[in-house]
């Protein structure tokens, strides 16, 4: 019997390097977005419901490795997060100093750990924890381009727990 093999498409972008300064949004999905993370419930009426959100082990895990990525990444920060049942939602910011070299000004020099790197770590130290691959394959990732872009999707990171409680199922639109 053959094998067939699934033609996977490319999803970063063609080109760019990933390790350059600025500000990413990254969304990783779990396995057949199965809730390993957490869990999120209503608290209220009914209409107009708080979120309650709790971290599964699996979740402490991912929420340990998080602040891990800021304390032993230089240049690297993890601005904004959030652990969903399903998925986590981050902005990572990439950044290097302008260098002072013999009297002139130097461009930043790319950082080491880019974005792939810094992800593919992330789930290794949690599938270690846990003892199997709770990830989906790839990641989601966009560039953040601008300010007003930047206070959009955190706010949408922000209010992710209290749209899933109220029935938003539009969790991938963040403008």
Known sequence: MKKEYSIRKEIRLKNYDYSRNGLYFITICTKDKIPYLSEINGVGDGVLDVPQ?????????????????????E????????????????????????????????????????????????????NKKTGFNIWQRSYYD???RNKKEFFEIFRYIENNPLNWINNNFNQNIWR
Request: no cysteine.
């Open 53 to 73: 959100h709790k971290l599964t082990e699996y979740g402490t895990f991912v929420n340990d490795q998080i602040k891990e990525i800021n304390s032993i990444y």
């Open 75 to 126: 240049k690297i920060k993890i601005i904004k997060y959030v652990i969903m049942p399903d998925h986590v939602h981050m902005i990572i910011y990439i950044f290097d100093e302008y260098k002072i070299i013999n009297g002139t000004s130097r461009t930043p020099s790319p950082t080491n750990k880019k974005i792939p790197s810094v992800i593919s770590a992330l789930k290794r130290f949690v």
């Open 142 to 144: 966009h560039i953040i």
